[in-house]
């Protein structure tokens, strides 16, 4: 049986596997839920400063099996009333990792400083939502700001700091450096591709916020290329991230230069059971190619070149 264990940025990870933010991450519960049906680690939803109700409804549309539009609005329970969640997550045996987000360097700071304080393994930076007006790529969407904000969070805490970066730019291996250059363990690509759908009877926008963010199998191949580009220009490892629903789409990720993966919609869409899957379908899919270690084929596909 092949070993499917990474390490990623000095933590142990049981399989590449980690539940993706945003998906159940409000709850302790669900967060445990993800780990017992066999995810390595779980990040949490990304966590604010205050507590926010998020977008009115329609927040969500289904594409079937493209994936989904969603404009959330980072609703989350706020910082203050977030550490019994952590609590609890963390007393499944999970390897919780705290995501976060802000308005302003010295904001994220803070609320990494906090994170970090519920004793996460890591924290992440969500530096890439597409729909949130004053976060998400609207503060972390350029270079500069990326190594600002990482370097203040770095500067901060002692766990390890993954960038979540944006495919939303035309030049995500710029940001990933930038991360790079503000001292990040590790970066994430990707967050859900800027999308919009129109409601032609309504003559509106389907989200009640108008853009979203597509997730799913539909921005794979977008997550692939940000994912082997910035392979071919950083040092840090990469955790792979969008449309991963088999354990043929997790090979393909690893050998664009993954090191680690996220599954958000396949989890959203199937339940935790898509972890237990998807491990299955990994190990089957090495022994058929006679692949020892999963950690043998990151990046592989460059040399083939
Ligand atoms: C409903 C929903 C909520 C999300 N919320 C967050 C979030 O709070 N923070 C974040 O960094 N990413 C968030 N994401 C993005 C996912 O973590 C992931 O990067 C993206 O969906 C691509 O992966 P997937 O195709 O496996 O879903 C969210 C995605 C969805 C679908």
């Known amino acids: 049986m092949a070993e499917l264990g990474v390490e990623l940025a000095g933590v142990r990870l049981r399989n590449p596997f980690l539940l993706a933010s945003g998906i159940w991450g409000e709850s302790g519960a669900s967060l445990a839920g993800a780990y017992r049906a066999g995810a390595a680690g779980v990040i ?18 289904s594409y079937g099996s493209w994936g989904m539009l969603n404009a959330m609005g980072l609703p989350n329970p706020g910082i203050d009333d977030y550490p019994k969640e952590v609590e609890i ?10 995501s976060v987000f802000a308005g302003s360097a010295e904001e ?16 992440e930076l969500n530096l890439s939502c597409p729909h949130a007006e004053g ?10 700001e990326v190594e600002r904000i990482v370097r203040e969070v770095v500067d901060r805490v002692r766990i390890p700091v993954i960038a979540k970066i944006t495919p939303n730019t035309t030049d995500a291996p710029a940001l990933a450096l930038a991360a790079e250059r503000g001292g990040a363990a590790a970066v994430s690509a990707i967050n859900t ?9 309504l003559r509106r926008p389907v989200l009640a916020h108008g853009l979203g963010g597509l997730s799913g199998p ?41 090191r680690a993966l996220e599954v958000g919609t396949a989890v959203a869409v199937e339940g935790a059971g898509a972890f237990g899957r998807l491990a299955r379908e990994l190990s089957a ?13 990151v990046g592989v596909a460059h040399a083939a070149r």
């Open 89 to 98: 997550a963390l007393a499944s045996g999970a390897p919780v990792i705290g």
């Open 44 to 61: 949490t939803k990304s966590i604010g400063a205050a507590p926010r109700e998020g977008f009115p409804n329609p927040t969500i549309e």
């Open 285 to 297: 899919l090495l022994d058929e190619l006679g692949i020892a270690r999963l950690a043998d084929a």
């Open 218 to 258: 539909a921005v794979k191949p977008v997550g692939l290329a940000c994912v082997w580009q910035i392979f071919e220009r950083v040092r840090i490892p990469i955790v792979g991230v969008g449309g991963i629903s088999t354990g043929e789409d997790a090979l393909e990720y690893v050998m664009a230069g993954a």
């Open 108 to 123: 994220f700071g803070r609320l990494a400083e906090r994170m970090a304080a519920l004793g996460v393994v890591a924290l």
């Open 135 to 144: 976060f998400g790529t609207e503060v972390g969407g350029t270079p500069p």
């Open 193 to 201: 591709v800027r999308a919009l759908a129109v409601d032609v009877r």
